[in-house]
């Protein structure tokens, strides 16, 4: 259930950020990142930003992602 | 042992269990937040829905079995059960589609009670007055400690949870290392990052080293999310919990500080302190890592992932529906 995706920040508005991953954007939740910016890689679990990461990281962590999400379902 | 329902099934997935089995047996504890989740609390949101309040959740908490039935059955009958992937989209939903009153089943580890927190500060900014949170969030540390203790315990290092240990850094799982003097490892999610982890782990037990080692640096920072703690301790003090099949766990809930909250479903039904269940599914024991899934009676025939009788088979991060679902891979 702690399963998080790194997605990239492509716009940001207060708390709200427009995040997108292979042309997919949504809506997150930057409250928890400080000064989170347009271009930044975060990890995102359930709508919410926990953590900055460096782009060799959120492709590492993209890689698990597609393999274990696959069968979680999520 | 990693108590980590990811880590359960990427250990599983990419077949490491079998490959260290000559160095170290690797176990799952209480690492997803369904399969902790006590029946007696399954029960009083289904009596809740007996009353017709509208209940939102995460998806597979939906699935459990309480007493009688499941939310997913209750919601087949037609009660308001409402699934939700972010916190936040409750307060949408609240705007468009009102209801009486409603309750938001927040189940969840430290990687999820910030979101929690953030919708309590929603809710609490909005003019809305009749959505309750029913609080069932838990942290990880204390239930280690108290896995650690028990004299019969065989573990002999840990496999920390990497997100969690995102929101809540080194320092906690570095106090329960110095504490039982046993290694600890905090472990990313990709087959890389788990060898990386698994290596350091044989290492420190063979060289006999405690202390933690941080395999996830590139996430886990050695203070975690500063924003998020101080949220989680602006919101919540530490309570006691109840974790299916390990029973009451001291100071490993998160209670509201604000003791008449307006948002705290207990508050509201007092009554549902008084709804308590027990179930025959040997989870407990499991969580503890003292009986292997396949070692339960009821795994396969009388429990599977289409019937089953406890939240280990019903979350797909739970220990019996993973060693289901591979358990030929296993035997061959
Ligand atoms: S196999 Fe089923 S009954 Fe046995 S411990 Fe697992 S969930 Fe419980």
């Known amino acids: ?74 | 042992m990693e108590v980590c329902g990811t880590h359960t099934h990427a250990l599983m997935q990419y077949g490491l269990r079998e490959v260290y089995r000559n160095k170290m047996k690797l176990i799952s504890g209480p690492g997803c937040p369904v399969c902790v989740t006590s029946q007696s609390d399954v029960d009083r949101l289904i009596y809740l829905c007996d009353q017709g309040v509208r209940i939102y959740t995460f998806g597979d908490l939906m699935k459990v079995p309480g007493s009688f039935g499941t939310l997913r059955e209750k919601k087949a009958l037609g009660a308001d059960v409402r699934e939700i992937y972010n916190p936040l989209e409750i307060i949408e939903d609240m705007k468009k589609d009102p209801a009486e009153a409603a309750v938001f089943a927040a189940i969840g580890f430290e990687t999820t009670a910030p979101l929690v927190a953030g919708l309590i500060s929603e809710i609490e900014n909005s003019s809305m007055k009749n959505l309750y949170i029913y609080n069932l969030l838990k942290r990880i540390p204390p239930a280690i400690e108290t896995l650690l203790s028990d004299p019969d315990c065989a573990i002999d290092g840990l496999l920390c949870p990497g997100h969690v240990a995102t929101i809540i850094g080194e320092l906690p799982f570095k106090r329960l290392s110095e504490k039982f003097k046993k290694p600890f490892v905090i472990a990313g999610f990709t087959r890389e990052l788990l060898v990386f982890a698994l290596e350091k782990m044989y290492e420190m037990l063979v060289t006999g080293v405690s202390g933690v080692f941080n395999a996830y640096y590139s996430t886990v920072m050695r203070t975690g999310n500063p924003l998020a703690i101080e949220t989680l301790e602006e919101l919540f003090g530490a309570s006691d919990a109840e974790w299916r099949g390990l029973g009451i766990i001291p100071n490993s809930g998160y209670a509201l500080k604000s003791e008449d909250s307006v948002i705290n479903a207990l508050q509201i039904y007092p009554e549902l302190c008084k709804i308590s269940s027990k179930d025959q599914c040997p989870c407990g024991q499991v969580l503890k890592g003292k009986l292997d899934p396949e070692e339960c009676k009821f795994f396969g025939i009388a429990c599977n992932p289409e019937r089953p009788m406890g939240p280990c088979m019903v979350s797909s991060e739970g220990s019996c529906h993973a060693a289901f679902l591979y358990r030929k891979e296993i035997n061959t």
Do not use: T, W
């Open chain 1, 1 to 74: 259930m702690c399963l998080a995706v790194p997605l990239k920040i492509i716009e940001v508005n207060g708390n709200k950020a427009l995040a997108e991953k292979a042309g997919v954007k949504l809506e997150i939740d930057v409250r928890f990142i400080n000064k989170a910016k347009k271009g930044d890689y975060v990890l995102v679990h359930a709508g919410f930003a926990i953590q900055r990461v460096d782009v060799d990281s959120a492709r590492e962590i993209e890689k698990a992602g597609k393999r274990l999400g696959k069968y979680l379902g999520k």
